[in-house]
Every structure is written in structure tokens, then in C-alpha cells.
């Protein structure tokens, strides 16, 4: 019995501290959560004052950037606005007429664009041609190899331009697959029938309107020399006709000497002077004596 009512009484004590304690946690739980409700309700009010203050402070900052900035802004030059660009004319029909035959005249046609379309890559890739060794010093002008001859050159710009097709296959082709002189050499060896009456014409007309050039510089060469040679017949008939129309005076000049010389010079000129009128008088005197001489029928034949 004792034992039970020991036992019995060891269960009431237990249960009566555990009821304190219960009690003991549930106080200080409570204390503990109003305590922290107070911290939050604190730390929260601090976080938003604090908030506040810096949001104060930004728009303090932004506000004197800005006042900054504008003083700036005014400071600098304003930038002119550039005029707006003209639109391009549209092409008339005499400059579409003009195109045209630039195209025609280089081969490019409709049949032309019509085989031409037929052609597919491995057209290119598949041509049975041996590839030669790229000449390095031979310089690229608008994607065109510049050891193709003046009508080809010319033939491959505007098919760049104007057939898409030709375009699309050098872009895809070059250098990847082939090179640049590979390319060309098969393309117009693919359309040589297609090009080749239009090349022929053209070096037809070059070399006819070379001639038409080298003629009329020799007919201007010979115009000019034709001419030369006129202004020097013309240059020295006057001298000859001013020399024989004035007779008298180069008798005047031997007879009488140039007087201006006569003057300044020494006295010794009188006596060339009285010298020459000698030997004319000489010369009269013989002449007189022969015609004393003659035969009286050469006299009256004279006196006739």
C-alpha cells in the first residue's frame, strides 16, 4: 500500500510541475512574441522613416543633376539639322532607251536571260575544265577579273547588275568552290554563242572608227602642212616685188652712197664719189667713139 500511495503520489507531483511549467512556457512565450511584435513594429517604423530620408535625398540629388545638366545642355551648341536628302529622279524613258541599248550592245538579251536561267551550280562546279594557276598580280575591279578584255570586262559588270541569276552563283561560287578567273572563263564559255556576234561587232566598230580617226588626223597633217608651206611662198613673194619695184633707188644707193654715212664720215668719200662719175663718163666716151666706127648702114639701120 505504501507503494501505491507513493506511486500516487509521485503521478500528482509530476502533473502539477508539469501544469507550471506549461504555465511557466505559455508566460514567457507570450512575453517573447510581444516582445518581438514591439522589435518589429520598431525596426518597421525605423525602416520606413529611413526610407523616407533616402527617397528625400535621392529626389535632392536628381533635382540638382538635372539643374546641372540643363546648365549643360545650355552652354552647348545646338546641332543643325541635316537637310533631307533629294529623292532620286525617276529614270526617264530616253534614259531607260539608253540603257536598253547598252545592254544590247554588250550582249546581254533575253535569250541570253533565258539560258542563263536554266543554269544551276553545278553547272559551274561540274564543268569539265583543268584549273591554271591563279595569276596573283592580275587586280579585281567591282568583282570583276581585270585580265578579261575591254568588251568582256565591261559584258560582266552589267551582268552582275542586271541578271540576279549570274550574281547569286558568283557569290555562292567564289572563292569557295573556284576561283574568280575560273568562273569567268566557264561563264563565257557556257554563253559564247549567245555573246559572240555582239563582241565581234563591237572590235568591228573599234577598229573602223580607229581608221576614221587615223585618216583625219593625217588629212589634218597634211591640211596644216599645205598651209605651212603657203604662208612661206606667201611670206617671201613681197620681198622679191619690194627688191625688183624699186630699181631707181638701188641706183641711187650705188651712185650716190648712203648719205647719212657721207656726212659723219671723213672726206675721203668725195674722191670713191668723183671716181665713179669718171669711169661713167669714160664708159660715154667709148660708147660714142664705137658708134663713129660703125658702118654707115648699121648707122642708118640705128637711125631708124
Not at 21 to 35: G, P
Not at 105 to 123: A, H, N, P
Not at 186 to 199: G, R, T
Not at 217 to 223: I, M, T, V
Request: aromatic share 6%; glycine share 2%; proline share 6%.
Amino acid at each position: 500500500m505504501d507503494l501505491w500511495e507513493r506511486a500516487r503520489a509521485f503521478a500528482g507531483e509530476a502533473a502539477k510541475r508539469s501544469q507550471e511549467l506549461s504555465a511557466e512556457a505559455a508566460k514567457r512565450s507570450s512575453a517573447l512574441v510581444s516582445e518581438t511584435a514591439k522589435k518589429s513594429k520598431e525596426i518597421f517604423s525605423e525602416t520606413a522613416s529611413r526610407s523616407r530620408e533616402i527617397a528625400a535625398e535621392a529626389t535632392k540629388q536628381a533635382d540638382l543633376l538635372a539643374g546641372q545638366i540643363k546648365h549643360l545642355a545650355s552652354d552647348l551648341p545646338v546641332p543643325s539639322i541635316p537637310p533631307i536628302p533629294a529623292i532620286p529622279p525617276i529614270p526617264s524613258a530616253a534614259e531607260t532607251e539608253t540603257d536598253a541599248a547598252e545592254l544590247e550592245r554588250y550582249g546581254i538579251t533575253d535569250d541570253l536571260r533565258e539560258f542563263v536561267k536554266g543554269m544551276t551550280m553545278s553547272t559551274f562546279r561540274d564543268f569539265p575544265l583543268q584549273d591554271e594557276p591563279e595569276m596573283s598580280d592580275v587586280p579585281t575591279v567591282s568583282n570583276v577579273r581585270q585580265d578579261l578584255n575591254e568588251w568582256q570586262a565591261k559584258h560582266a559588270t552589267l551582268v552582275l547588275s542586271a541578271v540576279k541569276e549570274i550574281s547569286k552563283f558568283r557569290y555562292e561560287l567564289c572563292p569557295r568552290y573556284m576561283k574568280e578567273r575560273k568562273f569567268w572563263r566557264v561563264y563565257f564559255l557556257l554563253v559564247n554563242s549567245y555573246i559572240a556576234p555582239f563582241e565581234k561587232k563591237y572590235f568591228e566598230e573599234l577598229k573602223v572608227k580607229a581608221e576614221e580617226e587615223k585618216n583625219d588626223s593625217q588629212k589634218e597633217a597634211s591640211q596644216a602642212s599645205q598651209a605651212t608651206v603657203a604662208e612661206q611662198k606667201d611670206t617671201k613673194v613681197p620681198s622679191k616685188t619690194s627688191t625688183s619695184t624699186n630699181p631707181e633707188h638701188d641706183l641711187d644707193v650705188f651712185l650716190l652712197g648712203d648719205l647719212g654715212s657721207d656726212d659723219e664720215g671723213p672726206d675721203a668719200g668725195d674722191d670713191g664719189l668723183d671716181d665713179d662719175f669718171d669711169k661713167i663718163d669714160a664708159t660715154s666716151e667709148l660708147e660714142s667713139d664705137d658708134d663713129d666706127k660703125k658702118p654707115a648702114a648699121e648707122k642708118a639701120e640705128d637711125a631708124k
